[in-house]
C-alpha cells in the first residue's frame, strides 16, 4: 500500500511541476531576450533543449520505475528526486 502513496505522490508532484513550468517559461524567454539581445535565440533555443531533456529524464526515470519495480527498489521514485537536485546544481 506505500509504494501505491508512495507513486501518486510523485505523480501529483510531477503534475503540479508541470503547471508551474508554464509559467516560469515565459518568464526565463522574456528575461533570456531583455538580458541578450545580440543572441536571443540561442539562448530560447537552450531554454527549449533543457525543457526537453527534463521532461525526456522525467519519462526515462519513470519507464525505469515501473519496469524495475521490485522490493529491492521500492524507494526507486527517490532516483529521480536526488537526480533532478543534482541537475539543478
Not at 511541476?17 to 509559467?23: K, L, T, V
Not at 522525467?58 to 537536485?85: H, M, T
Request: net charge negative; glycine share 10%; hydrophobic share 55%.
Amino acid at each position: 500500500m506505500g509504494s501505491v502513496a508512495g507513486d501518486r505522490a510523485v505523480h501529483s508532484v510531477r503534475l503540479a511541476a508541470g503547471f508551474s513550468i508554464g509559467g516560469e517559461v515565459p518568464r526565463a524567454i522574456t528575461y533570456v531576450v531583455e538580458s541578450i539581445h545580440d543572441v536571443a535565440s540561442t539562448g530560447c533555443a537552450l531554454i527549449m533543449a533543457a525543457m526537453a531533456v527534463w521532461c525526456a529524464d522525467g519519462e526515462w526515470l519513470q519507464s525505469c520505475d515501473i519496469a524495475f519495480a521490485a522490493e529491492s527498489l521500492a524507494y526507486a521514485w527517490a532516483l529521480s528526486v536526488v537526480l533532478g537536485g543534482v541537475l539543478a546544481r
